[in-house]
């Protein structure tokens, strides 16, 4: 393994044209990561005609990069704006916003600069020495039922944070999966809720919705918290943590290591259920529950390093199995597919080269992180200086643009606003955002693993159970679901009880 | 009827719509597929049922608790707008603003990017309160040739060119003067 990394170590810093390609990928996943308002996928889709150009290495080695670099970027805005860069940083808005408004925002990017990097490097190196291993476990023990058990369980992790109550919760996720159902369905092929027309016949596209929810929801809610007076911008901080506070959280850094790879290497999850299970974890394990959602650094901690940690391990089902584990892993197939390869097993055995030159790019950009985040974040950390009713025009001009350029449709554009109203209108009454969001994201992912789980097991569900890894997760999700359910009625009741006292 | 008011009995109602609608619409897809026992309808029509039993949880909870939030949740958003008085002049004013963006929308078909966005930027400025015409018009030309710039210039993004002239006509020049540059490096 080492030979074959100094060996892709060596192809990627002998040509300086691939330095260049490596460095403008690492500035602009950080860069498109942290402008809110556009993300990663933004530069994704513009840069993906231009790798028609390139070296195969060069082009899925770009990719590579962008997202190692533009999962750390999407923590920035986050934190600092309450608008996730990307679905997988939506947890740690919970308590990097918060960290924010209390003059903390140091404190939390650079706990996300730390963390994105350690868990991205980790991942990194789980992945070089373990690709094919672990690919051939995926092969052998991960199916359809074990995907959709997964999705239920990480449903049952987003419903129980975020939201007003469980209830809420809930129905904030079944929104999300409503939404993910128009569109053709993923078995027959047949149009659904097309409601007579055919823009909708390719389904809501999943950026302009992102964006919409996320950044201009969050728009409108501080314009309305300006028009009546109750803005106040957010504190500038540039106190980073110390490494006595970092090493508090040494066990919440290991298990989120542990729940991102293992999110990561199933085809088709990717990092957003990875930080949603990192976090849910961290609030399951701790001994100050309450105390998350208002500004615990556990909290971002958690959901950082598990995201960055799914980022090496997305790349085992891409690369050995040929399923991309998300929306930027899903281009990549694009970049092989321009020149004439198909990522999956005889990859590793046709253009070895390529594999390793990916590799260690990723392990450098993840390092990157470290080096240049710190510096980098110094100067981002300025943008919380610039009034809101400049930036709030240049984020919504952003998330239009990138609204747009992905399918070239202004349909979307127009799917972006409206779910920026709906997400605006949502949050006033209690949803939960990242709730609907994940359902949108898990809906058509998780029905289709169904149906194929079901045709597989032919609709018995005692077969379907028996599986273990299958069985672990729908019980553990059961579980989740029904703790929460019983916390709410004993909390409910415990509070009812305390007012009557007080009374 | 507890602690449900008016808003709670809305909020029922959108639920209620949305389920029926959906329920109602399934049928206009409701075609079996041989290799899929529960064919086009299954899933949607099960996450159907489960809003409805969660929808129904909700005003339960709702009756006994009204709108207060439960303890324990993490992630929630803070509302401390509830007590907050709120002027007419202020509620349009948000009206206007949650409208302008959709109105941009819908113009950039026939319009195009090019020359829409001047005008949505300087009207975003200007009800979000600001109220100096130099900055308006600064901080509108600023962020148009920062767009431009980077989204035109620098990536070659494609944008929305409209289809009225002379806004297309605009565009074209636009298109003209990038090509022109762009030749010059």
């Given at each position: 393994?080492?030979?074959?990394?100094?060996?892709?170590?060596?192809?990627?810093?002998?040509?300086?044209?691939?330095?260049?390609?490596?460095?403008?990928?690492?500035?602009?996943?950080?860069?498109?990561?942290?402008?809110?308002?556009?993300?990663?996928?933004?530069?994704?889709?513009?840069?993906?005609?231009?790798?028609?150009?390139?070296?195969?290495?060069?082009?899925?080695?770009?990719?590579?990069?962008?997202?190692?670099?533009?999962?750390?970027?999407?923590?920035?805005?986050?934190?600092?704006?309450?608008?996730?860069?990307?679905p997988?940083?939506?947890?740690?808005?919970?308590?990097?916003?918060?960290?924010?408004?209390?003059?903390?925002?140091?404190?939390?990017?650079?706990?996300?600069?730390?963390?994105?990097?350690?868990?991205?490097?980790?991942?990194?190196?789980?992945?070089?020495?373990?690709?094919?291993?672990?690919?051939?476990?995926?092969?052998?023990?991960i199916g359809p039922p074990e995907i959709f058990a997964l999705v239920f369980f990480g449903l049952a992790v987003a419903s129980?944070?975020?939201?007003?109550?469980?209830?809420?919760?809930w129905?904030s996720v079944i929104f999300g999966l409503l939404i993910a159902t128009i569109g053709q369905d993923p078995v027959?092929?047949?149009?659904r809720?097309?409601?007579?027309?055919?823009?909708?016949?390719?389904g809501i596209?999943f950026?302009?919705?992102?964006?919409?929810?996320?950044?201009?929801?969050?728009?409108?809610?501080?314009?309305?918290?300006?028009?009546?007076?109750?803005?106040?911008?957010?504190?500038?901080?540039?106190?980073?943590?110390?490494?006595?506070?970092?090493?508090?959280?040494?066990?919440?850094?290991?298990?989120?290591?542990?729940?991102?790879?293992?999110c990561?290497?199933l085809p088709g999850i990717g990092?957003t259920l990875?930080?949603f299970m990192?976090?849910?974890?961290?609030?399951?394990?701790?001994?100050?529950?309450?105390?998350?959602?208002?500004?615990?650094?556990?909290?971002?901690?958690?959901?950082?390093?598990?995201?960055?940690?799914?980022?090496?391990?997305?790349?085992?089902?891409?690369?050995?199995?040929?399923l991309?584990g998300g929306?930027?892993?899903?281009?990549?197939?694009?970049?092989?597919?321009?020149?004439?390869?198909?990522?999956?097993?005889?990859?590793?055995?046709?253009?070895?080269?390529?594999?390793?030159?990916?590799?260690?790019?990723?392990?450098?950009?993840?390092?990157?992180?470290?080096?240049?985040?710190?510096?980098?974040?110094?100067?981002?950390?300025?943008?919380?200086?610039?009034?809101?009713?400049?930036?709030?025009?240049?984020?919504?001009?952003?998330?239009?643009?990138?609204?747009?350029?992905?399918?070239?449709?202004?349909?979307?554009?127009?799917?972006?606003?409206?779910?920026?109203?709906?997400?605006?209108?949502?949050?006033?009454?209690?949803?939960?955002?990242?709730g609907i969001v994940l359902g949108l994201i898990l809906g058509k992912i998780g029905e289709q693993n169904f149906a194929q789980g079901m045709q597989m097991?032919?609709?018995?569900?005692?077969?379907y159970?028996?599986?273990?890894?299958c069985?672990?997760l729908i019980?553990?999700g059961a579980?989740?679901l029904?703790?929460?359910?019983?916390?709410?009625?004993?909390?409910?009741?415990?509070?009812?009880?305390?007012?009557?006292?007080?009374? | 009827?507890?602690?449900?008011?008016?808003?709670?009995?809305?909020?029922?109602?959108?639920?209620?719509?949305?389920?029926?609608?959906?329920?109602?619409?399934?049928?206009?897809?409701?075609?079996?597929?041989?290799?899929y026992?529960f064919?086009a309808?299954g899933w949607p029509r099960a996450i159907l049922a489960m809003l409805?039993?969660?929808?129904?949880?909700?005003?339960?909870?709702?009756?006994?608790?009204?709108?207060?939030?439960?303890?324990?949740?993490?992630?929630?958003?803070?509302?401390?707008?509830?007590?907050?008085?709120?002027?007419?002049?202020?509620?349009?004013?948000?009206?206007?603003?949650?409208?302008?963006?959709?109105?941009?929308?819908?113009?950039?078909?026939?319009?195009?990017?090019?020359?829409?966005?001047?005008?949505?930027?300087?009207?975003?400025?200007?009800?979000?309160?600001?109220?100096?015409?130099?900055?308006?018009?600064?901080?509108?030309?600023?962020?148009?040739?920062?767009?431009?710039?980077?989204?035109?210039?620098?990536?070659?993004?494609?944008?929305?060119?409209?289809?009225?002239?002379?806004?297309?006509?605009?565009?074209?020049?636009?298109?003209?003067?990038?090509?022109?540059?762009?030749?010059?490096?």
């Open positions: 393994m080492i030979d074959n990394f100094l060996h892709g170590t060596n192809a990627l810093f002998s040509d300086p044209f691939t330095v260049l390609i490596f460095v403008l990928g690492v500035f602009g996943g950080m860069l498109f990561g942290a402008i809110p308002g556009v993300s990663m996928l933004t530069l994704a889709a513009i840069l993906l005609p231009f790798t028609a150009s390139l070296d195969p290495a060069q082009g899925v080695m770009l990719f590579a990069v962008i997202y190692c670099t533009g999962t750390y970027g999407g923590a920035i805005t986050a934190i600092l704006f309450n608008i996730p860069g990307a997988e940083n939506a947890p740690t808005a919970f308590d990097g916003y918060p960290m924010t408004k209390q003059g903390k925002a140091g404190k939390a990017v650079g706990a996300a600069v730390l963390c994105s990097a350690v868990g991205g490097t980790a991942s990194a190196l789980i992945m070089m020495a373990a690709t094919e291993p672990l690919a051939q476990w995926a092969i052998r023990n129980s944070v975020g939201g007003n109550t469980i209830w809420k919760g129905l027959g092929g047949i149009n809720y097309n409601f007579g027309t055919t823009d909708l016949a390719a596209a950026v302009p919705s992102i964006l919409g929810f996320f950044a201009v929801s969050e728009i409108f809610v501080q314009a309305e918290r300006r028009a009546f007076g109750k803005y106040t911008a957010p504190k500038l901080s540039v106190d980073f943590p110390s490494i006595a506070e970092l090493w508090m959280h040494k066990i919440a850094v290991l298990r989120s290591i542990l729940v991102g790879f293992f990561g290497i990092a990875a930080a990192g976090y849910g974890e961290a609030v399951r394990w701790s001994k100050n529950k309450e105390s998350f959602g208002k500004g615990n650094l556990e909290g971002v901690i958690s959901s950082e390093t598990a995201n960055n940690a799914a980022t090496g391990a997305a790349m085992i089902p891409l690369l050995a199995l040929g991309p929306a930027l892993t899903a281009m990549m197939v694009a970049v092989f597919q321009f020149h004439d390869m198909e990522p999956g097993p005889l990859v590793f055995y046709n253009s070895p080269d390529l594999i390793w030159v990916v590799f260690a790019a990723m392990f450098y950009a993840n390092l990157s992180i470290l080096l240049i985040g710190f510096v980098e974040t110094k100067t981002i950390l300025h943008l919380l200086k610039i009034p809101f009713h400049f930036l709030a025009p240049m984020i919504l001009l952003l998330a239009s643009i990138g609204s747009y350029i992905g399918r070239g449709l202004v349909l979307d554009v127009i799917v972006m606003f409206v779910a920026g109203l709906a997400g605006f209108l949502l949050r006033r009454s209690g949803y939960s955002i990242p097991v032919h609709y018995d569900l005692v077969a159970m028996s599986r273990p890894i069985f672990i019980v553990a579980l989740t029904g703790t929460s359910v019983y916390r709410a009625l004993t909390a409910n009741r415990a509070s009812a009880g305390s007012s009557a006292g007080q009374g | 009827m507890g602690n449900i008011t008016k808003f709670h009995l809305i909020e029922l109602g959108l639920w209620a719509t949305i389920a029926v609608v959906f329920f109602a619409y399934s049928f206009e897809f409701n075609q079996t597929i041989e290799i026992k064919g309808t409805v039993v969660v929808m129904i949880g909700n005003i339960f909870y709702q009756k006994a608790h009204g709108s207060a939030v439960q303890p324990g949740r993490v992630g929630i958003a803070d509302d401390d707008l509830t007590e907050t008085k709120k002027p007419l002049s202020a509620i349009l004013n948000i009206i206007a603003f949650v409208a302008l963006p959709l109105g941009y929308a819908w113009s950039l078909k026939p319009i195009g990017f090019y020359a829409a966005t001047p005008v949505f930027t300087f009207l975003v400025i200007l009800l979000l309160g600001e109220r100096r015409v130099r900055w308006l018009i600064g901080i509108t030309f600023l962020i148009y040739v920062l767009l431009i710039g980077l989204f035109m210039v620098f990536l070659n993004a494609p944008l929305p060119q409209g289809t009225v002239s002379p806004f297309y006509d605009f565009s074209a020049f636009m298109l003209r003067m990038n090509t022109q540059l762009q030749h010059m490096f």
